[in-house]
């Protein structure tokens, strides 16, 4: 088993910032992709970032420019600087590891969710 543990999330103003960490942690062989995906009340879950275990990063059009996702692969910790956030990206942001456990089967885990909250 993989464990995420995520941080971070919380209220704040409109135009402020927030830091999103999720550690990874059990019986972990290798760590692959690493990733954020957020879903707000009555829609899809969606990625907002996602990092290779070299370092190339993903977003969609909408957080581009405002997210920047980085990882730690010493401590198998992903963050997800936010910045000038709206309101919109109100949601439940929700950890994703991929990778290799010791004995070389894949896993794909999720973490719990914290919920941002973007309201003046």
């Known amino acids: 088993q993989v464990q995420l543990v995520e941080s971070g999330g919380g209220l704040v103003q409109p135009g402020g910032s927030l830091r999103l960490s999720c550690v990874a942690s059990?019986?972990?062989?290798?760590?692959?992709?690493m990733g954020w995906y957020r879903q707000a009340p009555g829609k899809e879950r969606e990625l907002v970032a996602d990092?290779?275990?070299?370092?190339?990063?993903n977003y969609p059009e909408s957080v581009k420019g405002r997210f920047t996702i980085s990882r730690d692969n010493a401590k198998n910790t992903v963050y997800l600087q936010m910045n000038s956030l709206k309101p919109e990206d109100t949601a439940v942001y929700y950890c994703?590891?991929?990778?290799?456990?010791?004995?070389?089967?894949?896993?794909?885990?999720w973490g719990p969710g914290t919920q941002v909250t973007v309201s003046s």
């Open positions: 990092i290779t275990n070299g370092g190339s990063t």
């Open positions: 994703n590891v991929r990778g290799l456990y010791r004995d070389w089967r894949k896993f794909d885990s």
């Open positions: 059990g019986n972990i062989g290798s760590i692959g992709n």
